[in-house]
């Protein structure tokens, strides 16, 4: 089955202290991404990866930080969280377009990451 | 002003009445994507559509690129169709999506 899994659902920590969350899919997607979602807000970029050892910033990446070292796995990292991380996460893979160079095909969300930072 | 724009914002219906959600969007895109986030949290993708029309069970997906206006519309709405539907974009020339703030609808039974 094709799915994007994320790890854990559900975390409870403290400021300071470092996380990762997990995320993985099996779709052999070139492109992935994570996302923050907060009420009123949105979901929002944090950063993404278009391949291997390729990763960008996207529209909030402060106090992130992320690595793709195998095509399936995509981690985000949290050296010090902060309570204004406190969010819900999703991690999303695709297929990459080159022609046309934009997100016109499927994405695969993983279940989500409910963070709170106390 | 957003680049991606929902209404309405909240929708609570009877089951059985015919939903209609819209979104409007301000830039030139190659396609549009509607999901659908259930109260667990996951997001589903339920359609992606570049013209017309498409069809999934219940669910219709329409989109008229001039206007830059999709609507996603349920008949036979029933109460497990509660959920946030959230239609997306493409960033022009960039690989990511921007989102509407999304639409919760109930819908009771």
């Known amino acids: 089955e094709a799915q994007v899994t994320q790890n854990p659902r559900y975390l409870i920590t403290v400021t300071g202290k470092k996380l990762t969350v997990t995320c993985s899919q099996n779709?052999?997607?070139?492109?992935m991404s994570w996302y923050r979602q907060d009420p009123g807000l949105g979901l929002r970029q944090i950063y993404y990866?278009?391949?291997?050892?390729?990763?960008d910033k996207g529209d909030v990446p402060e106090g992130y930080k992320v690595s793709r070292k195998e095509k399936r796995n995509f981690p985000l990292i949290l050296e010090s969280p902060s309570p204004n991380q406190t969010s819900l996460y999703f991690c999303?893979?695709?297929?990459?377009?080159?022609?046309?160079?934009?997100?016109?095909?499927?994405?695969?969300f993983g279940q989500g990451t409910r963070l709170t930072v106390v | 002003k957003n680049e991606v724009e929902q209404s309405p914002q909240n929708l609570t219906a009877q089951e059985g009445e015919f939903i209609t959600i819209n979104c409007s969007y301000s830039?030139?895109?190659?396609?549009l994507h509607w999901l659908q986030q259930h109260p667990g949290g996951g997001i589903v993708s339920l359609f992606m559509?570049?013209?017309g029309k498409k069809k999934h069970g219940r669910l219709i997906a329409t989109i008229n690129i001039q206007e830059k206006h999709s609507s996603l519309h349920i008949t036979a709405s029933h109460p497990r169709d509660s959920a946030v539907y959230i239609c997306?974009?493409?960033?022009?020339?960039?690989?990511?999506?921007?989102f509407g703030q999304g639409t919760r609808l109930t819908i009771n039974p």
């Open positions: 999303a893979s695709s297929t990459l377009n080159r022609v046309p160079y934009d997100m016109n095909t499927e994405a695969f």
């Open positions: 779709m052999n997607h070139e492109y």
């Open positions: 990866s278009m391949n291997v050892e390729v990763t």
């Open positions: 830039v030139g895109i190659s396609a």
């Open positions: 559509l570049s013209s």
């Open positions: 997306a974009v493409p960033h022009q020339g960039a690989q990511k999506l921007v």
